[in-house]
């Protein structure tokens, strides 16, 4: 069983930056996924962003929705197990509950919420125009 635990959420006005990182309970080992989800008000969890520890392709390690593209980075310090997620250029529809997702044991991040075996609780990103 792993836990996840995201901070570094906020509010902040459209074009700021912000870093969300999501720490694991323990050090994963082996080949596994870590990604960023959302939750806007009223609607559905959505993709954000997806990264392999393992992967040697650099297109196939990283997956990013077609919205934050060029906006936000993911990056992940395996020795830690901590997955980050540095948003530039936020716009108002990101503002969301953002939670941290991780798959064990795989060789491809999927987009899916059901493709993920383990949930944070999530941090609030308000973005105000």
């Known amino acids: 069983q792993i836990s996840l635990v995201e901070s570094g959420g906020g509010s902040v006005q459209a074009g700021r930056s912000l870093d969300l990182s999501c720490a694991a309970s323990?050090?994963?080992?082996?080949?596994?996924?870590m990604a960023w989800f959302r939750e806007p008000p009223r609607k559905e969890r959505e993709f954000v962003a997806a990264?392999?520890?393992?992967?040697?392709?650099?297109?196939?390690?990283?997956k990013f929705e077609d919205s934050v593209k060029g906006r936000f980075a993911i990056s992940l310090d395996k020795a830690k197990s901590i997955v980050y997620l540095k948003m530039n250029s936020l716009k108002p529809e990101d503002t969301a509950m953002y939670r941290c997702?991780?798959?064990?044991?795989?060789?491809?991040?999927?987009?899916?919420?059901?493709?993920?075996?383990?949930w944070g609780q999530g941090t609030q990103v308000t973005v105000s125009s």
């Open positions: 990264i392999h520890s393992e992967d040697s392709d650099a297109d196939r390690r990283q």
């Open positions: 323990r050090k994963i080992g082996g080949r596994y996924c």
């Open positions: 997702a991780a798959d064990i044991d795989t060789s491809v991040c999927g987009r899916l919420a059901r493709d993920w075996q383990f």
